[in-house]
């Protein structure tokens, strides 16, 4: 038996089951294939047409059966599937038994559905006075559901067994670690034994591409797709759009190793720290990115040497790879030329709520096949960000410590501590 | 008593009645307190409308008001009211050190655009490309900012530089109880030493309504107390704009700093799914109560079941209600806040207020030790909470 308290105390939190979904495809198996492969999953837009888009390609999620019909429908979809095999992972029968904490992106009603109700033939009143009305008439539970902020971590716990109110959160592109974070804590806190953290969106709908356009946050190279997404490189232009969701089965490991569980990874420690300079720029100096990088390896009691690959938010915009690189290099000293650190969202685009799940999944995956993911299309390097990203072919590597950084709009910082053995 | 209980020191409230905790108090200490409703701009429904707000006195920059709408605005000067309380604004190091959870929905649509292309749509069959080409061209960029639900929690980091950390709950009334919950857990756990805790909603946008309505939710027609609303006058929420946030505080925190206290937040027992009668009355019997008759306000929202069957379950247990929602309407997330900043005062003055609705609220006299805030979802989801003596 190994400890089953940290260095401050606290259970050890294990994590025993995952599941993913992205661009790539349905699971694990078959997203570690093509991540490994260096195979981008970012493709043309053909869920809704592209006149007069600016960027007409992402990473959407085409093949399930609520692909194209709206944010909630695919969201709920992509965090079950993930939570699926999550849960068969852990080995856990029947009810979960411990609470869900949901990362997913704001709702709203979907442009098809206020279509609808605008056509609808109801008495000769105009403009928001159709719609209430046309509304109150229809009277229609699965469009009022499809713009509740509660309905898809309602509809999860019921499907899957988990315990009291679920939690649903955002904190914009950093969600997905948030979810981790409030799980592990909830662990630490003696108040479960096991917690189902899920980081989902299917948000892409072309009023959100439109309203990322605008604030050219998005790659426009669409004439190559999968070559669009090319973080820490020099003519890196924007993210690009996608989906996908992620599942991680938290659970102490204390009651882990009483069950005979096999334990895949630890959860080291988290840190967090928001930021006040601006809402979509992050302070010039990089403080508080540095900051929660600081505070996730403190909450781990890790030293900076210990870290031995950085899974990097990378998103592939101008701003954010340079800071990214500024806060590494601070907080690592020349030790961060040393490391490798790649971004997946090189070939699965950003998945927005779900990225920060999504991407402690393939850190895991990382330590347990001793492969690092290449950040592909990394043709013509940023001469301002020395790091090792892993170009462009998969590497073999020990490695036993990842730091996953998400950061988000709003001063969103969050950061994962991972570790592939308990001590 | 512990060095990590969880103690309120700041309340900061706006609501059709006014702002701040004096303002409140007074308002529903009237032995016949009169709500401020609006009947005619939203009609056939009625909304309770925010109060004239100066909105310079807690968000300084003209720049950072205009990058908001007034949802957003309106949470950030609740945000200031309640930091203000707690003796925490302008206070660099206890800002930065402060961890917060807000519960949010969504912000504002732009109407206008919406509108002018859903008209076109009567007559263009492309709805796709007609969407493509005026979203492109009309929305405003910044607008999508105003929009994003953890842009609340952003623009109280960049106004009043609360950056110890920064999460956003979604989910309607039960976004907010699982904020207080989980600020309180951390507290008591020692993962935080003071934690702001609220949430703002702003009904008086028809896109805000069309969410209700969707479900056919809203009270139509002339007004009516909350627990009085009849189904032949639609669903039973009349919706109110406000806002409610709570700094929430370790007592070792608080002390070492000197600051009284207006109370202690005790146990907080929420329930996922749709509570029933059964399910609520489950709900209040984990708070313990001392066994005399208490103080309840609720948060119930007047949608019909809901509503029922926890007025059921209160007077089961022999408590004295307080639906606020009577004076206040229903303010989505920020029922619960609201409820327990609400029971936090009655607390604090040790007395309780007359009945809101005589025919189905009880006097209460004697000195209020503990009262009881609740907040039961119109559609789902609910939480409970005891507040007493500091």
């Known amino acids: 038996m190994t400890a089953a308290k940290d260095h401050l105390g606290r259970p050890v939190v294990a994590v025993t089951g995952m599941g993913v979904v992205t661009s790539l495809g349905i699971g694990k198996e078959d997203n570690w294939a093509a991540l490994t492969g260096g195979r981008s999953g970012i493709h043309r837009i053909t869920r809704f047409p592209t006149e007069h888009l600016k960027t007409t390609i992402a990473g959407t999620v085409d093949f399930l059966a609520s692909s194209g019909k709206g944010n909630s429908a695919l969201t709920s979809e992509l965090a079950e599937t993930a939570a699926r095999e999550a849960i068969a992972q852990a080995g856990i029968d029947g009810e979960f038994g411990g609470p869900l904490f949901l990362a997913s992106p704001p709702v709203e009603l979907e442009w098809e559905d206020r279509f609808t109700l605008y056509g609808a033939n109801i008495e000769d009143v105009e403009g928001y006075q159709r719609l209430l009305g046309s509304a109150r008439v229809r009277n229609d539970l699965a469009m009022f559901e499809s713009a509740q902020f509660g309905f898809i971590a309602d509809r999860l716990s019921e499907r899957l067994g988990t315990r009291g109110l679920p939690i649903t959160l955002s904190t914009a592109c950093a969600s997905g670690a948030t979810a981790i974070q409030l799980g592990v804590e909830a662990i630490r806190r003696g108040e479960c034994d096991r917690a189902l953290a899920i980081g989902a969106d299917g948000s892409a709908t072309a009023e959100a591409l439109i309203r990322f356009s605008l604030l050219s946050a998005l790659s426009t190279n669409n004439d190559v797709p999968e070559k669009a997404s090319k973080p820490f490189s020099r003519d890196r232009d924007g993210f690009v759009l996608a989906e996908g969701g992620a599942a991680l089965v938290l659970e102490s490991l204390e009651s882990a190793q009483a069950r005979g569980a096999k334990v895949l990874g630890i959860l080291k420690g988290c840190g967090e720290r928001a930021d006040d300079f601006h809402r979509t720029r992050s302070k010039p100096d990089g403080s508080p990115a540095i900051a929660a990088v600081k505070a996730a390896l403190a909450d781990a009691g890790l030293e900076i040497e210990a870290i031995d690959y950085v899974n990097a938010h990378g998103t592939s915009t101008p701003e954010n790879d340079k800071m990214e690189h500024l806060s590494l290099s601070t907080v690592f000293g020349e030790r961060i030329r040393k490391i490798p650190v790649s971004s997946n969202k090189s070939m699965i685009g950003h998945t927005l709520s779900a990225a920060g799940a999504v991407e402690a999944v393939f850190s895991f995956l990382t330590m347990q096949n001793g492969v690092l993911p290449p950040t592909i299309n990394y043709d013509h390097p940023d001469p301002a960000i020395d790091l090792d990203v892993v170009p462009n072919a998969k590497r073999d590597a020990q490695v036993s410590a990842v730091l996953s950084n998400s950061f988000g709009f709003g001063g969103q910082n969050a950061c994962l501590a991972m570790t592939r053995e308990p001590a | 008593m512990s060095a990590n209980d969880v103690v309120i020191t700041g309340i900061g409230l706006v609501s059709s009645l006014g702002e701040g905790t004096s303002e409140h108090w007074n308002r529903i200490s009237d032995a016949s307190p009169a709500p401020v409703i609006d009947g005619e701009r939203f009609a056939p429904y009625t909304v309770h409308p925010l109060p004239e707000i100066d909105w310079g006195k807690q968000i300084a920059k003209r720049g950072d008001q ?43 649509r732009d109407t206008a655009v919406d509108i002018s292309i859903l008209d076109q749509s009567r007559s263009n069959g492309d709805h796709g490309v007609l969407l493509n080409e005026r979203l492109t061209t009309d929305l405003r960029p910044t607008l999508f900012l105003a929009q994003l639900s953890n842009l609340l929690a952003g623009n109280i980091s960049i106004v009043h530089k609360v950056t110890g950390s920064s999460r956003t709950f979604m989910g309607e009334e039960g976004a907010g109880v699982a904020a207080i919950q989980t600020a309180a857990a951390r507290i008591r756990s020692g993962q935080s030493t003071h934690v702001l805790v609220g949430a703002a909603f702003q009904t008086e946008h028809p896109d805000m309504l069309l969410g209700y309505e969707l479900a056919a939710y809203l009270h139509r027609g002339s007004w009516a107390p909350v627990w009085s609303r009849s189904e032949t006058q639609g669903g039973g929420i009349v919706p109110g704009s406000g806002g409610a946030f709570l700094v929430l505080e370790s007592r070792d925190h608080a002390e070492k700093r000197g600051r009284k206290a207006y109370a202690r937040l005790g146990r907080v027992a929420a329930a996922g799914a749709k509570p029933d009668q059964a399910a609520i009355s489950h709900l209040l019997g984990e708070l313990d109560l001392p066994d005399h008759p208490h103080l309840v306000f609720s948060g119930a929202s007047g949608a019909h079941r809901a509503t029922e069957m926890e007025k059921i379950a209160i007077d089961q247990r022999g408590l004295a209600a307080r639906g606020f929602s009577t004076l206040t309407g229903h303010m989505k997330e920020v029922q619960f806040p609201f409820a327990v900043a609400l029971a936090a005062l009655a607390v604090h003055r040790g007395a309780a207020c007359p009945p809101f609705e005589a025919d189905h609220e009880k006097p209460l006299d004697g000195p209020v030790e503990t009262a009881v805030a609740t907040a039961i979802g119109y559609h789902r989801y609910g939480g409970v909470a005891t507040v007493a003596g500091a």
């Open chain 2, 66 to 108: 205009r990058q908001m709408e007034t949802w957003q605005r309106l949470g950030t000067y609740a945000a200031g009211l309640a930091l203000d309380d707690a003796g925490i604004k302008n206070d660099e190091a206890l800002c930065a050190t402060m961890d917060m959870v807000v519960a949010a929905g969504g912000g504002e």
